[in-house]
T-cell receptor, first 113, second 108 residues
């Protein structure tokens, strides 16, 4: 069984550009959550989706948006990139969200120059 | 003050030692996760707890809901246990809060 897959693995963008990150959950998992991890810090929660609906949102500006598709894959979009958006973006899937175990992808490392 | 506090921040141990990492939180939670992150970024979920104690191999996790405290224990530590260990809590409104992590180094 494939694990959580994220694409791309690495990405370099310029300030002001827009970026889309993708995540495919483990088969049978209906919840996807997104996290930002700045170098040297712990992860920060961005979004959780379950059955294509937003279930939770962290303290991130409206430049960050996400969606979940009927096949439960998900995209994270970040507009008007800032240097401070440089980070590892992690996706995790779980069967039901909430209190079910999380399975993490290897992340997308975004560098904004 | 961070809502999830871990201690210690850094820990160095000799192979074979018993290790304890602590996590205290100040918010209401539906579950607590212990995560392991190796250099390069990959995160592995070790435990999810809502009460009591869980054991997997040399790893034991406990949680005291009344005291809002959890501990992760590693018995007979090994250099391959070297990693960052992160405590994360799921709040009642589906928000996840993370501790800053404990960097563990186990020396042979």
């Amino acid at each position: 069984d494939a694990g959580v897959t994220q694409s791309p693995t690495h990405l370099i963008k310029t300030r002001g550009q827009q970026v889309t990150l993708r995540c495919s959950p483990i088969s049978g998992h209906k919840s996807v959550s997104w996290y930002q991890q700045v170098l040297g810090q712990g992860p920060q929660f961005i979004f959780q989706y379950y059955e294509k609906e937003e279930r939770g949102r962290g303290n991130f500006p409206d430049r960050f948006s996400a969606r979940q598709f009927p096949n439960y894959s998900s995209e994270l979009n970040v507009n008007a990139l800032l240097l401070g958006d440089s980070a590892l973006y992690l996706c995790a899937s779980s069967r039901t969200g909430g209190s079910s175990p999380l399975h993490f992808g290897n992340g997308t490392r975004l560098t904004v120059t | 003050k961070n809502e999830v506090e871990q201690s210690p921040q850094n820990l160095t141990a000799q192979e074979g030692e018993f290790i304890t990492i602590n996590c205290s939180y100040s918010v209401g939670i539906s579950a607590l996760h212990w995560l392991q992150q190796h250099p390069g970024g990959g995160i592995v979920s070790l435990f999810m707890l809502s009460s009591g104690k869980k054991k997997h191999g040399r790893l034991i996790a406990t949680i005291n809901i009344q005291e809002k405290h959890s501990s992760l224990h590693i018995t007979a530590s090994h250099p391959r246990d070297s990693a960052v260990y992160i405590c994360a809590v799921m709040t009642g409104d589906n928000d996840m809060r993370f501790g800053a992590g404990t960097r563990l180094t186990v020396k042979p």
